[in-house]
């Protein structure tokens, strides 16, 4: 394989445009994908040729649209569907020939578990566990008590499952997969569906978990949910990824972006006129406002040209790129920023 060497943690960003060929070694990862591909019966290509890198230690930000490969990613990656080529690493062992030695290190939580509502979430745990054949069962009331207590449930472990509010049950969701010492999380859009107090409970989890030291690898298809959280980010766009790296270079890719300038004004067709005569490029003009890239002109001076033109100028605003503006370069789509 040619090209790029995975980022291992390192500031490197890799943008797949066009696509590159990552060097993908396990060493520093604790997931590594190498041309993995699943074709489903019927031709739809799910995921594309995916090379991801996921250092050890991060909590790794899988990003995407809807549709756009994320949980045939997953469940590919557990084990759960076979790809239709192309190989992948979990915690240093190629899989799915290591799935015996590595899968009982991983935790995972794809389609959420199925709890029995008129049981406690400390009994619905005491029947998972029970059903781990290699867990020993001498041992079950510490993990099941220590798996309660790292999502915050001691104190309602006696509670019926279904008098716990929505984030006290995804957060029952995550016990379960902590149930044996992890050190890989694989959560599969883990806030869906939650309120936003769910929410905040769910990524307080996160940050937790990967605070001792779990790898946490996490779907969403909200940006401003793994741009709190995530130390990692890569993004998907029809199943194929379109970049991956530290949140750091997805920062500088935003801080290189183009700068705009917006002017509200009634008088748009005159504001246009007056930024065009100034020479600057990429104008776009709405009801009531018209902006433009910034390049090298300065404010004042645009301020001042309008309104030596008569333009009524009722604000003027400099706006860098935000991420969301990155992600829409990246993907040709819009995330839902808020949920
Ligand atoms: N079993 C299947 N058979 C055929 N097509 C499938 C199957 N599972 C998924 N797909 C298709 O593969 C594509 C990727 O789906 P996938 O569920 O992996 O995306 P996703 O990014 O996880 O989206 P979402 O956030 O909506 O779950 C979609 O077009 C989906 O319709």
Redesign the pocket.
């Known amino acids: 394989m040619t090209g790029t060497p995975p980022d291992a943690g390192g500031a490197v960003l890799t943008v797949h445009e066009p696509m590159t060929r990552l060097t993908a070694s396990a060493e520093g990862c604790s997931i590594v994908t190498r041309g993995l591909t699943k074709r489903?019966?019927?031709g739809?290509v799910?995921?594309n040729d995916l090379d991801l890198a996921v250092p050890r230690g991060s909590v790794f930000g899988f990003l995407?649209?809807?549709?756009?490969?994320?949980?045939?990613?997953i469940r590919m990656l557990l084990g759960l569907i076979a790809p239709t080529s192309g190989g992948w690493e979990l915690l240093g062992t190629p899989m799915p020939g290591g799935a015996a030695g590595v899968l009982p290190r991983v935790g995972a939580l794809v389609e959420g578990p199925a709890f029995y509502p008129y049981l406690s979430g400390e009994a619905n745990l005491r029947r998972y566990d029970a059903a781990d054949p290699s867990a020993d069962p001498r041992t079950a009331n510490a993990r099941i008590g220590l798996a309660l207590e790292r999502v915050g449930l001691a104190a309602a472990a006696r509670k019926r499952y279904r008098a716990y509010s929505l984030g006290m049950r995804q957060r029952l969701a995550i016990a379960a997969t902590l149930l044996g010492p992890r050190e890989l999380l694989v959560l599969?859009?883990p806030t869906n569906g939650l309120d936003p107090q769910g929410t905040r409970e769910v990524r307080g989890l996160i940050k937790e978990v990967a605070a001792e030291g779990t790898t946490v690898f996490v779907?969403s298809?909200l940006l401003a949910e793994v741009e709190h959280m995530c130390s990692h980010l890569a993004v998907?766009r029809t199943?194929r990824l379109v970049a991956q790296g530290p949140i750091s270079g997805f920062r500088e890719l935003r801080a290189g972006g183009a700068v705009r300038i917006r002017v509200e004004s009634p008088d748009t067709a005159e504001a246009a006129a007056v930024l065009a005569a100034l020479g600057l490029e990429g104008i776009r003009a709405g009801d009531a406002e018209v902006s433009a890239e910034l390049g090298d002109a300065a404010p004042e001076r645009i301020c001042a040209a309008l309104v030596a033109d008569g333009v009524a100028v009722r604000g003027l605003a400099v706006q860098r790129p935000s991420l969301e503006d990155v992600f829409v370069g990246l993907t040709g789509e819009g995330f839902d920023v808020d949920g």
């Open positions: 489903f019966r019927g739809q799910a995921v995407g649209p809807n549709g756009s490969g994320k949980t045939t990613t599969d859009e779907s298809h998907m199943g």
